[in-house]
């Protein structure tokens, strides 16, 4: 007997095992201290939350985010295997593909802006993703879980409604945005990596978000940092390279200003 595993399931579970292979291969990239955005001494003191307790938290938010995948997939799923047959064409799944990135990449600007200018949010719902000043590859989804539904579920939701993509390129495009977003949250600036080269989203400039100096700054995530420009909140920085090895990420704002 042939078993099958549907797209829709697919598309559920993708996502999840890609985000524990991809941080794990960061775990193991984490002992190369010269490409290191932080010092270990820094991620041990300045974290305020115990990786036990993110991985707890992480695992929260992808049993709700699966559960919403689910049913979203119920719902649309007469639709989307009738046009199934339509959307193999490379530009339509391009065309498909860049919408869900716009239209994730506002989303998660404006709300993610949002709860950092409404203080009530801010104190109760997104501080708890700011308690790793330094972030890590597996830290990248710890998040109150009101905020997890908020800004990466219901922002899924709409990246996939919106651009109309079928079940199964949906498990491309959220495994591609799994890893995006882990390797934004990394902590490290590897040589060669791909989405330093195409993006200039990625872990140094969130990195940036996440320090003191930074949390009104460098809102846009995952892919592209064009709302921050638009609207004022880009913040540029340099790279320095640490005595102890590694880089230090300094604002240039900061320092014109000083």
């Not at 993708?14 to 290191?36: A, C, N, Q």
């Not at 270990?40 to 992480?58: A, F």
């Not at 047959?85 to 530009?91: A, D, H, R, V, Y």
């Amino acid at each position: 007997m042939e078993f099958r595993v549907s797209d829709e399931l697919l598309g559920v579970i993708m996502p999840i095992i890609v985000y524990w292979v991809y941080s794990g291969v960061y775990i193991l990239f984490g002992g190369m201290d010269k490409y290191r955005l932080h010092s270990r001494k820094d991620e041990q003191e300045k974290n305020l939350v115990p990786k036990k307790t993110v991985v707890k938290g992480v695992l929260l938010q992808q049993l709700v985010q699966a559960i919403v995948a689910i049913i979203l997939f119920k719902v649309t799923g007469d639709s989307a295997g009738d046009a199934s047959g339509e959307q193999s064409s490379p530009i339509v799944l391009a065309r498909q593909f860049f919408t869900a990135m716009v239209v994730l990449d506002t989303w998660q600007y404006f709300m993610h802006r949002y709860m950092h200018h409404n203080k009530f949010l801010y104190r109760h719902v997104h501080s708890q993703h700011h308690r790793l000043v330094v972030p890590y590859a597996f830290g990248a989804l710890y998040n109150h879980p009101l905020e997890g539904l908020i800004l990466d579920t219901i922002g899924g939701a709409l990246s996939f409604l919106i651009s109309g993509m079928s079940p199964r390129a949906s498990i491309f495009f959220f495994s591609f945005a799994t890893i995006k977003t882990v390797d934004d949250h990394c902590g490290l600036l590897l040589p060669g990596n791909p989405f330093h080269i195409f993006f200039r989203n990625n872990s140094a400039y969130h990195d940036v978000h996440h320090q003191l100096y930074g949390t009104k700054y460098n809102f846009s995530q995952p892919f592209f940092v064009t709302w921050d420009k638009i609207l004022g909140t880009h913040l540029p920085f340099s790279l320095k390279k640490r005595p102890d090895g590694g880089f230090e990420v300094q604002p240039v704002k900061v320092c014109k200003e000083s």
